[in-house]
């Protein structure tokens, strides 16, 4: 019988991406003149760049603020990302028991995988450009047994999708704020995940 593949999420979940996403932000900042509130930014990670650019500049200039951000991030992401606690040991947890670790993320597949490689994160497979229902639709397509993220529509995409949901306070959002999203549970780091995937033994 083989495993069901469990989800994770990328940033602020598996990697701690937030100096890179901070400082591409102050350099769309500073190229375009426009002010960009950091604190309104990090109250929101994990959400597509597009949404995110799109608080701060009017449709039409969103798609140059976009690969303002890439620039900036391409340069940043290598001397400001590292693997989160438990990173690798959560995802060999689940390679342990015969699943597939996806990677589901709204960030760009290029920014993803650059992260991936850079952090010396492997993913079975990456499903990249996703976000709250967008997820819920990967997981129930893949028929995952477990999504692990750091934001409340992480935990309402594994509800929706039926999958485990484990909220991690590794981002910008407090347990109860999982818990309301409807995590299963919440952990304060990666390194309880293998514990409590191997209480689980979900299987298909």
Sequence with gaps: MTAAPVGFDLDMTLIDSRRAIMGSFAGVAA??????????VD???GIKLEDELAF????EQVPGAVRTYREHYLRLSGPLTT??????EALAAVRANGARAVVITAKYEVTARLSLDGAGLHADELFP????????????????????????????AAVEAGAHAVGVTTGSFTD?????????????????????????????
Excluded at 83 to 88: K, N, T, W, Y
Excluded at 129 to 156: I, N, R, S
Excluded at 180 to 196: E, H, K, N, R, Y
């Design 56 to 59: 701060w500049f009017p449709a």
């Design 31 to 40: 190229d375009t003149g426009v002010p960009i509130d950091p604190a309104g």
């Design 129 to 156: 450009g996703v976000h709250g229902p967008e997820k819920a639709a990967v997981l129930t397509a893949l028929g995952a047994a477990v999504y692990v993220g750091d934001t409340p529509a992480d935990m309402a």
């Design 43 to 45: 109250s929101r990670l």
């Design 83 to 88: 693997v989160l606690p438990g990173a690798r």
């Design 176 to 204: 109860r704020d999982l818990l309301a999203a409807g995590a299963d549970q919440v952990l304060a780091s990666l390194a309880g995940f293998p514990v409590l995937y191997a209480s689980l033994t979900i299987s298909t």
